[in-house]
């Protein structure tokens, strides 16, 4: 989870869908019956979740800063949620 939380947004772009390309290539075997590592689905949907979590929580900070920039820049003041 450490190494995710390191990672900017274009790297965890680019993990996702290497995972995601993984996902589906692993739900084709699952589908004609040559899955060998079945676990490994679970596996996948989880790291999936943990890299669009924190490609979430960036977004929103991003978003958050460059709104408080504006405030700064135009004088306001705005409360952070």
Do not use: P, Y
């Not at 939380?5 to 589906?24: A, I």
């Not at 692993?26 to 004609?32: A, F, P, R």
């Not at 490609?55 to 504006?70: D, F």
């Amino acid at each position: 989870m450490s190494e995710i939380n390191d990672e900017t947004l274009v790297e965890l772009q680019t993990k996702g869908r290497e995972l995601r390309k993984e996902l589906f290539g692993l739900n084709l075997q699952k589908s004609i019956g040559t899955l060998e590592k079945s676990h490994r689905i679970g596996q996948l949907r989880k790291d999936i979740a943990r890299v669009e979590t924190v490609l979430n929580v960036k977004n929103k900070s991003m978003l958050n800063n460059e709104i408080e920039a504006a405030a700064k820049k135009s004088g306001e003041t705005i409360d952070a949620e």
